[in-house]
T-cell receptor, first 112, second 110 residues
């Protein structure tokens, strides 16, 4: 069974540009989560989808971040416009229900 | 909110035992997870505790005391490949999101 995949693995962009991260969850997992880890800090929750609906977006830092999950399969996280403090590793995870979350390898975002 | 503490670094010798402690303060508790993360890779699920006591899985065991807000991960018969970051994460009662500690980097020496 394929795990959670994320694309790209790395992204380097200039401040003010737009970046879109993609996550493909484990097939059949209705729950999809976005987390991020900024330098030297712990992994922090961003938001949670159940199928195509946003269940909890309490961790989204501001309105420059937009997450979508059209069709309830893969998800995208867009940062527009990117700022220096957005640099970090963005993880996606998925779960079948309220159980174990399986993580992807992350996208390392660098904003210059 | 959640406050989760674990040591920053630990070093141990191949074949030895290491215990990684995690303490948490939470407004609502619904389970504690341990993940292993090698550099540049995905955090990998190791164990889950929701009731008090010890859960054993091969060389890895995890313990939970809810009254003390305390857990530990025990790694036995350490191997070089166990060198990694170990993440303690707590799930809240009313939602699915995980709150993570900063992680403990374990270095296994020959």
């Amino acid at each position: 069974e394929a795990g959670v995949t994320q694309f790209p693995s790395h992204s380097v962009i200039e401040k003010g540009q737009t970046v879109t991260l993609r996550c493909d969850p484990i097939s059949g997992h209705d729950n999809l989560y976005w987390y991020r880890r900024v330098m030297g800090k712990e992994i922090k929750f961003l938001l949670h989808f159940v199928k195509e609906s946003k269940q909890d977006e309490s961790g989204m830092p501001n309105n420059r971040f937009l997450a979508e999950r059209t069709g309830g399969t893969y998800s995208t996280l867009k940062v527009q416009p990117a700022e220096l403090e957005d640099s970090g590793v963005y993880f996606c995870a998925s779960s079948l229900d309220a159980d174990t979350q399986y993580f992807g390898p992350g996208t390392r975002l660098t904003v210059l | 909110g959640q406050n989760i503490d674990q040591p920053t670094e630990m070093t141990a010798t191949e074949g030895a035992i290491v215990q990684i402690n995690c303490t948490y303060q939470t407004s609502g508790f619904n389970g504690l997870f341990w993940y292993q993360q090698h550099a540049g890779e995905a955090p990998t699920f190791l164990s889950y505790n929701v009731l008090d006591g010890l859960e054993e899985k091969g060389r890895f065991s995890s313990f939970l005391s809810r009254s003390k807000g305390y857990s530990y991960l025990l790694l036995k018969e350490l191997q070089m490949k166990d060198s990694a970051s170990y993440l303690c994460a707590v799930r809240s009662y009313n939602d699915y999101k995980l709150s993570f500690g900063a992680g403990t980097t374990v270095t296994v020496r020959a």
